[in-house]
């Protein structure tokens, strides 16, 4: 037996027959993300249902110098999860909630927990996990972790980062990172746990993590806004955090983003006669029974400021839903357009304006008649920017021109001193640009500290660095 299949045969021994499959049906679905940018190949799937076991495979796999790549829900954008040869680590089975404290406000989780169960049982309790993102039906908290995931709750509650309490993860060497530390004040030395929050699964494997609960918000209501230009949001933005200082999410859509989503997405409608220019989706929360009173009073005076040109308030959960439902179509509604070059930066929230009007001249310099649909997290200054081949232009054509997009797009972020990954991260499909655009003296610590976590480099190797 040659050396890689007495490895695969001991790490199928190890899982016993329910943690492992050579089935290329059953494997097929962990091999291409959802948007059908990437597709791979692993000799196996792998799938350990506890600590111990991810601590073997991996120990095995670290002896016999294979490449492992860790797979969470399989959401994410970068390409990071996405095995090409490497075994494939999937955590759908650790999926245990092992515990819940109210008076610690902590939850315990495993890291193949789906982030809508975390919300759930956070809820039976009372209480609240605030992070919140289109696909938290199916992301987990182990990839939410190891991408430091944003999304809408970022400017009131912070990226994953802000909400994790401490955690467990298994090394390259199979050995055990034990810091499921509920303390909430913790100063000995190195913060280990923020290694591996962003690092996309290239220093370990993350098992579980302590998450940090907070008070479930006693009301919440949710407004659309139809506006005419992105300076108007950010004074908007800033005009209702000052009068009702309950403002949780405040999203964005440009005009394309809202007519592909009529066009494309079914039931998606828009409270206004007319598709604005710009629409703004504010989600409000707090303790107080005449919440809705003071929206409305603080929206009433936007309009009159001239702040927006048309608003409504939803009156009942199932138009918060709808609204909600518009914004995150976003993504899903470009995709029958052809080519999309997809950007997720972030500049500080007073440059938004001028970072669109920039990148839009540069989207119409690189491909002209380039349609871009922005949207995304305006509070934090996180805009997903995509822009859309030509109408008349083939997708082969288009897709030529997409490293010399990027470069453009970027580049406009980069002379706000923004970030060509606001909350993505780098994968695969930013490594090149990251490696160039990055100072070699933050690389060389990333690579110093990659050295001595895996030293063989067997953690997810293609990604990142
Ligand atoms: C419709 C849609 C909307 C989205 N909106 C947002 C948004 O608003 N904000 C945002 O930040 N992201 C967003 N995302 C991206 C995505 O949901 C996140 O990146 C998510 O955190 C990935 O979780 P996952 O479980 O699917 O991980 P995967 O996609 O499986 O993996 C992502 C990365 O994490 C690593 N990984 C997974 N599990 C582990 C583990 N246990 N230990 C170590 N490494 C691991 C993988 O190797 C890979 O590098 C969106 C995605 C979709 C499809």
Redesign the pocket.
């Known amino acids: 037996m040659d050396a890689h299949l007495s490895t695969l045969a001991r790490l199928k021994d190890r899982l016993g027959p329910h943690g492992w499959t050579e089935d290329p049906d059953l494997i097929a679905p962990h091999l291409i993300e959802?948007r059908d940018r990437w597709s791979g190949h692993a000799p196996i799937l792998l799938m350990p249902s506890t600590t111990e076991e991810a601590q073997a495979i991996i120990g095995l796999c670290h002896e016999a110098g294979v490449a492992v790549?860790?797979?969470?829900?399989?959401?994410?954008?970068v390409g990071?999860?996405i095995p090409l040869g490497e075994v494939l680590i999937s955590?759908k089975r650790l999926n245990l909630i092992r515990a819940i404290d109210p008076v610690d406000d902590a939850l315990v989780a495993e890291?193949g927990v789906v982030l809508t169960q975390v919300q759930d049982a956070a809820r039976q309790i009372g209480k609240r996990f605030p992070l919140s993102?289109?696909?938290e039906g199916?992301?987990?908290i182990?990839?939410?972790?190891?991408?430091n995931?944003?999304?809408?709750h970022v400017r009131r509650h912070g990226m994953m980062r802000a909400q994790i309490l401490g955690l467990e993860?298994v090394l390259a060497n199979g050995s055990l990172y034990e810091g499921l530390s509920a303390l909430r004040k913790d100063n000995t030395g190195y913060d280990l746990k923020h290694l591996?929050i962003g690092a996309?699964?290239t220093l370990?494997?993350?098992?579980a993590a302590t998450l940090k609960l907070v008070a479930q918000p006693r009301h919440t209501t949710v407004a659309l806004l139809a506006l005419d230009t992105p300076e108007q949001a950010v004074a908007l933005l800033h005009r209702l955090e000052e009068e009702t200082a309950a403002v949780a999410a405040f999203e964005v859509m440009n005009h394309l983003g809202v007519s592909l989503a009529v066009k494309n997405i079914p039931n998606v409608r828009i409270p206004f006669g007319t598709i604005p220019a710009w629409m703004a989706l504010v989600e409000f929360e707090g303790p107080n029974a005449d919440l809705v009173d003071q929206v409305e009073q603080a929206l009433a005076s936007a309009l009159e400021a001239g702040l927006a040109q048309d608003a409504v308030v939803a009156q009942n959960e199932t138009q918060s839903k709808s609204f909600w439902y518009l914004r995150?179509e976003m993504?899903?509604c470009q995709k029958p357009e052809g080519v999309a070059a997809k950007h997720d930066v972030s500049v500080p929230v007073s440059k938004i304006p001028v970072f669109l009007r920039q990148a839009d001249a540069e989207a119409d310099r690189v491909a002209p008649g380039a349609r871009v649909v922005a949207f995304g997290?305006c509070s934090d200054g996180n805009i997903h920017y995509d822009v859309i081949q030509p109408q008349d232009m083939s997708g082969d054509a288009y897709m030529a021109l997409v490293p010399q997009m990027n470069e453009a797009i970027h580049d406009v972020a980069m002379s706000f001193n923004g970030s060509i990954s606001a909350?993505?991260?780098i994968?695969i499909s930013r490594r090149d640009e990251f490696l160039r655009r990055e100072p070699p003296a933050h690389l060389a610590l990333m690579r110093a500290i990659k050295a001595s976590f895996d030293p063989k480099n067997i953690m997810?190797p293609r990604?990142l660095l």
């Open positions: 959802w790549t860790t797979q969470g829900g399989n959401t994410g954008l990071a999860q955590t890291a993102l289109a696909s199916s992301a987990t182990g990839g939410l972790i190891s991408t995931a944003g999304g809408v993860a591996f996309e699964g370990g494997l993350v098992t995150e993504s899903a997290h909350e993505h991260g994968g997810n990604v």
